[in-house]
């Protein structure tokens, strides 16, 4: 069976709290309320733990953040400042997302985005682990927790939804790999959708804040929903 934790707990040094562990991540990434919840619910179901990384305020957040299996991280978009569309400072950006969540201790940037400054700043804050390192299951490298400067905890995931799409990697599921340390990250639009190419993602952009409309495009085979299913599953296997 697969012991499932929240990142947050994960101490390099402390082999106990990662190795031979899971950890669900999800980017909400500006979801509908009712896509998140979809994704939620399914979850919740299963009553493992979880971390989900929040880029806004939503109408289930409190149950998220009542839910004592479920960790809450920030999930920040520096995008805008990369290609000049705004004038708001990396400062304002982290700080308004932790007006909403002022817990949260974890952070997984939009696209990944993070410098030495970028750092810095996390530290200034107050959070303690990042997720902005992928490193696919592909690789066959051995990721592993691990200390920066200040003692900040980098935490590095080896499976993501869309990106694993676009490298055609296998879900690593039923992997001799998930007797280890991994960190899988999902976004609860493609599990909605139950994507299994980026084709549908894209092609559906126009209906994403209708789930309603959305719901009529869910794939019907193998794609990201059925194998969160199949992951989730193997809390039951004894």
């Not at 991540?25 to 619910?41: G, S």
Request: glycine share 2%; charged share 20%; with cysteine.
């Amino acid at each position: 069976m697969i012991t499932f934790s929240n990142l947050s707990k994960i101490v390099p040094n402390e082999r106990e709290t990662w190795g031979h562990r899971t950890f669900l991540t999800f980017d909400v990434d500006w979801a509908h309320d009712e896509i998140i919840e979809d994704c939620f619910n399914l979850v919740s179901s299963y009553a493992v733990p979880s971390t989900w990384f929040v880029t806004h305020k939503f109408s289930l957040l409190h149950a998220l953040t009542d839910d004592k299996k479920v960790e809450i991280g920030i999930h920040p978009n520096f995008n805008n400042i990369l290609f000049g569309e705004t004038n708001k400072t990396s400062f304002q950006i982290i700080h308004e997302i932790l007006s909403i969540v002022p817990d949260s201790k974890s952070i997984r940037s939009h696209s990944l985005t993070q410098n030495e400054r970028l750092i810095d700043l996390f530290h200034e804050f107050g959070l303690s682990h990042i997720s902005n390192f992928f490193i696919p299951h592909s690789s066959k490298i051995e990721a592993i927790p691990f200390y920066l400067w200040d003692d900040m905890i980098m935490v590095p995931h080896f499976w993501q939804d869309n990106v694993s799409i676009k490298m055609d990697l296998d879900f690593p599921v039923k992997e001799d790999s998930l007797s280890g340390f991994q960190v899988f990250n999902f976004h609860p639009i493609h599990v909605f959708l139950n994507t299994d190419n980026l084709e549908l993602y894209e092609k559906t952009r126009p209906i994403h804040s209708n789930p309603k409309e959305l719901i009529k495009f869910r794939h019907n085979g193998v794609g990201v929903r059925s194998q969160l299913i199949n992951l989730l599953e193997t809390s039951k296997q004894t």
